[in-house]
């Protein structure tokens, strides 16, 4: 079993910066690949980030590349996403995933088989 606790989120205006981070149990976690997705209310769950066990790979969402980096710590058992130049529409439920399966990573919420509670992020205009 591997529980993730998300923590960072929060209000912030438009322009802004907030970095997340998930926190892993589990003495396993660097054999994981790790992703970040978000969920708006009324929307389908997006993809948003997602880095290789080794932190070696990274990929991104079209909509926050270039604004989002996500890294990992793996003596620290945690996955961050430094979120910048945030946007109203980044506003979002977002959740941490680990995959035991794809330690390179994956784009699809279907290849992770476990996820955080989730922490809000509000960007105000």
């Known amino acids: 079993q591997v529980q993730l606790v998300e923590s960072g989120g929060g209000l912030v205006q438009a322009g802004g910066s907030l970095r997340l981070s998930c926190a892993a149990s589990?003495?396993?976690?660097?054999?994981?690949?790790m992703g970040w997705f978000r969920q708006a209310p009324g929307k389908e769950r997006e993809f948003v980030a997602a880095?290789?066990?080794?932190?070696?790979?990274?990929y991104y969402g079209d909509s926050v590349k270039g604004r989002f980096t996500i890294s990992r710590d793996n003596a620290k058992n945690t996955v961050y996403l430094q979120m910048n130049s945030l946007k109203p529409e980044d506003t979002a439920v977002y959740y941490c995933?680990?995959?035991?399966?794809?330690?390179?990573?994956?784009?699809?919420?279907?290849?992770?088989?476990?996820w955080g509670q989730g922490t809000q992020v509000t960007v105000s205009s």
């Open positions: 995933a680990a995959s035991t399966v794809y330690s390179s990573g994956s784009y699809s919420g279907r290849d992770y088989d476990y």
């Open positions: 589990g003495r396993t976690f660097s054999k994981y690949a």
């Open positions: 880095v290789s066990w080794s932190g070696g790979s990274t």
